[in-house]
Antibody
Framework: QVQLVQSGAEVKKPGASVKVSCKVS????????MHWVRQAPGKGLEWMGG????????IYAQKFQGRVTMTEDTSTDTAYMELSSLRSEDTAVYYC???????????WGQGTMVTVSS | AIRITQSPSSLSASTGDRVTITCRAS??????LAWYQQKPGKAPKLLIY???TLQSGVPSRFSGSGSGTDFTLTISCLQSEDFATYYC?????????FGPGTKVDIK
């Protein structure tokens, strides 16, 4: 059974970068397509991007293009999401998630709170 | 991007009630729709995918229907553990998009 364990909470200053990790267990990362979803306090869910196995590429939401980078370390089965040029509006819980064969997200990490504050 | 709307944004109900939440896509998405339940401080939980397929382990009081642009999530007999926020999501095309959510609380 696949499990996702994310890194701990972060506090960053505006303009800084944050890198959140998501450790996979139960499967190898190469067998999975990792996505990232975030949720600002009291707000809804927002898809940031993820790996498209049909194209073999990572797709980013246009809103985050140029600021987000999603990478994987297959030697440790860990996925990373790095967001740069942070602003207060980036304060949110960041989730990693894996889709089932129908592309609905059935496995989620526990979430990582990122706070951007001066 | 495909826009997803949900209604109502919130509702109050009692245990045992039948609850219906609707989701509408700005363009046809066939049956590429999922429903999630989220409780405070927790990650979302997949309830239904492909518009009407119940995720393994989810109680049968949850059901989904619809295709194209209009979809429905029904909870046939609300239980205390069902008080939560519900989101629909389209995965027909990138960027994947979620509805704004429907909060179900106790009347």
């Amino acid at each position: 059974q696949v499990q996702l364990v994310q890194s701990g909470a972060e506090v960053k200053k505006p303009g800084a970068s944050v890198k959140v990790s998501c450790k996979v267990s139960g499967y190898t990362l190469t067998e999975l397509s990792m996505h990232w979803v975030r949720q600002a306090p009291g707000k809804g869910l927002e898809w940031m991007g993820g790996f498209d196995p049909e194209d073999g590429e990572t797709i980013y939401a246009q809103k985050f293009q140029g600021r987000v980078t999603m990478t994987e370390d297959t030697s440790t089965d860990t996925a990373y999401m790095e967001l740069s040029s942070l602003r207060s509006e980036d304060t949110a819980v960041y989730y990693c998630a894996i889709p089932n064969v129908f592309s609905a997200f059935d496995i989620w990490g526990q979430g990582t709170m990122v706070t951007v504050s001066s | 991007a495909i826009r997803i709307t949900q209604s109502p944004s919130s509702l109050s109900a009692s245990t045992g009630d039948r609850v219906t939440i609707t989701c509408r896509a700005s363009q046809g998405i066939s049956s590429y729709l999922a429903w999630y339940q989220q409780k405070p401080g927790k990650a979302p939980k997949l309830l239904i995918y492909a518009a009407s397929t119940l995720q393994s382990g989810v109680p049968s009081r949850f059901s989904g229907s619809g295709s194209g642009t209009d979809f429905t999530l029904t909870i046939s007999c609300l239980q205390s553990e069902d008080f939560a926020t519900y989101y629909c999501q389209q995965y027909y095309s990138y960027p994947f998009t979620f509805g704004p959510g429907t909060k179900v609380d106790i009347k």
